[in-house]
């Protein structure tokens, strides 16, 4: 088995251990989407050109990682529906003014009940301990979140994305 292999092997149990992860109310709603191939280059080039056209930072920074990467899991929340609690995190007194607020579209989609959160939370802490579990070099990013919704791969909420890469040296954390 060659290591393009073993990363394959290793992203699909990312999404096994994000998908299996514990959610608020035993309800899932978290996404998980692998990507691989020629279209970890799209993506970093569209990462650059993001960064160009808004003036954010480091989108060229990370998306020359996602260029460099031997695959890409995808992990986010889609109609999320609140948990019904009340209990305000949201910034809502009630889930109901949540619910009946106008969707803000930026660069995500929200507001989100802060319960499916913390679900996508431990996802993410649960699919990068999977990582490391495999040795496996990752990294949670959001930058890329933005522009797979951005260019149309995902229709999610909110979505962040696992670059995997082995290598001789974690090129996710060794960064000019």
């Known amino acids: 088995m060659n290591e393009l292999n073993g990363v394959n092997l290793v992203a699909q149990l990312l999404a096994v251990s994000a998908v299996t992860a514990p959610k608020s109310q035993g309800v899932n709603y978290v996404q998980v989407k692998i990507i691989g191939g020629d279209d970890l280059n799209k993506i970093g080039e569209a990462m650059k050109a993001y960064g160009q056209k808004s003036g954010k930072g480091h989108f060229d920074r990370d998306g020359e990682n996602i260029a460099n990467s031997d695959a890409l899991v995808l992990i986010g929340l889609k109609n999320a529906a609140p948990c019904g609690l009340d209990c305000g995190a949201c910034g809502f007194i009630r889930c109901q003014d949540l619910i009946q607020k106008e969707p803000a ?4 989609r929200g507001p989100i009940c802060a319960y499916r959160l913390i679900d996508m939370g431990i996802a ?16 949670i990013m959001y930058r890329v979140g933005v522009v797979v919704r951005e260019l149309g791969l995902v229709d999610w909420d909110l979505v962040l994305g696992i670059p995997l890469s082995v290598s001789g040296k974690n090129p996710f954390f060794d960064r000019k």
């Open 124 to 139: 993410l802490g649960s699919a990068v301990k999977t990582a490391s579990l495999h040795n496996v070099d990752n990294r």
């Open 105 to 108: 579209e930026v660069e995500f």
